[in-house]
């Protein structure tokens, strides 16, 4: 059972309760932030990235991306380390870090389309693993998706997320009909 994670930029209002709720659910020690619109800094294994404020026509535009690691079917992290620090959890499909066998080359973030690794203070490398002990205690959501305001992060099978993409492609198409 490949689990997945859909992170929705239409949606997220850019409140970073996600990357605090994830800092907490893995114990990484909680950061100031400054400016008040910047991403609380240190480790942190999902972030959110601010795109605008832009012109589209006469509105202003602005949008928010929450992001971690995507669990690809075919990692390319998986491919590129040396060191085979990274593997697929075979009951899960979770991408996971074995921090003994890393070596802090940084070839996994390199290859990431999504930027998703990071490095701890010891250098070694820190992914999202969609809070697999969450997961294994029986709750269905993951630290981020709980506490996300907007619901703009849903987390599932691959199956679910795959479906729950497809209702919000066909909401859109269905919405942009009505304005026509």
């Not at 389309?113 to 070694?124: D, F, I, L, S, V």
Request: glycine share 6%; charged share 25%; hydrophobic share 35%.
């Amino acid at each position: 059972m490949q689990r997945a994670i859909f992170r929705d930029k239409d949606k997220c209002v850019g409140c970073y309760a996600c990357v605090v709720a994830c800092k907490m659910e893995h114990g990484l020690a909680p950061t100031p932030v400054s400016p008040p619109e910047a991403e609380p800094k240190g480790v942190s294994l999902t972030s959110v990235y601010r795109y605008g404020p832009f012109m589209e026509g006469d509105r202003v535009i602005q949008y928010y991306v929450p992001m971690s690691c995507m669990h690809c079917v075919d990692a390319p992290c998986i491919q590129s380390c040396p060191k085979s620090a990274l593997r697929k959890d075979a009951e899960t499909g979770i991408t996971v870090v074995d921090k003994e066998k890393c070596i802090g080359c940084r070839f996994c973030l390199w290859v990431c389309p999504y930027g998703a690794p990071r490095y701890n203070e010891q250098g070694k490398c820190e992914l999202c693993d969609l809070c697999e002990r969450r997961f294994h205690e029986g709750k269905k959501k993951t630290a981020c998706e709980a506490v996300c305001v907007a619901s703009a992060i849903f987390s599932g099978t691959i199956e679910e997320v795959a479906d729950f993409k497809a209702k919000k492609a066909a909401k859109k198409l269905v919405e942009g009909a009505a304005v026509i």
